[in-house]
């Protein structure tokens, strides 16, 4: 089963910016779809990004578009959170399937991270 270890968490003011770290072997990246899902206790996963890396096809929930930002830098994947709001506060994982299909919009990918928190408050 693939290893995704995140980094990057923590405490951030509203209107804040974090950037998530997520490292992966050189294999998943090169040939598997690695995305972001949060979790809010009690709530239900939602997806929030995912790369295709095979063909670059990117996903964004409606609720991050314009604010969040998926990058690739070798065997990291970055999540790079701006203009951050209180409903982003979250635990946040990577996660990687075959493609995006099996995280985007509905997460039911292979593997997980083990979660990072985010807590966005004033």
């Known amino acids: 089963q693939p290893q995704l270890v995140e980094s990057g968490g923590g405490l951030v003011q509203p209107g804040g910016s974090l950037t998530l770290s997520c490292a992966a072997s050189?294999?998943?990246?090169?040939?598997?779809?690695i995305g972001w899902v949060r979790q809010v206790t009690g709530n239900e996963r939602e997806a929030v990004s995912c790369?295709?890396?095979?063909?670059?096809t990117t996903y964004y929930a409606d609720s991050v578009k314009g604010r969040f930002t998926e990058i690739r830098d070798k065997n990291t994947i970055y999540l790079q959170m701006n203009n951050l709001k209180h409903e982003d506060t979250a635990v946040y994982y990577c996660?990687?399937?075959?493609?995006?299909?099996?995280?985007?919009?509905?997460?039911?990918?292979?593997?997980w991270g083990q979660g990072t928190q985010v807590t966005v408050s004033s």
């Open positions: 050189r294999f998943v990246v090169d040939h598997y779809a």
């Open positions: 790369i295709n890396f095979d063909d670059g």
């Open positions: 996660a990687t399937d075959t493609t995006c299909e099996g995280i985007f919009p509905d997460p039911d990918p292979f593997a």
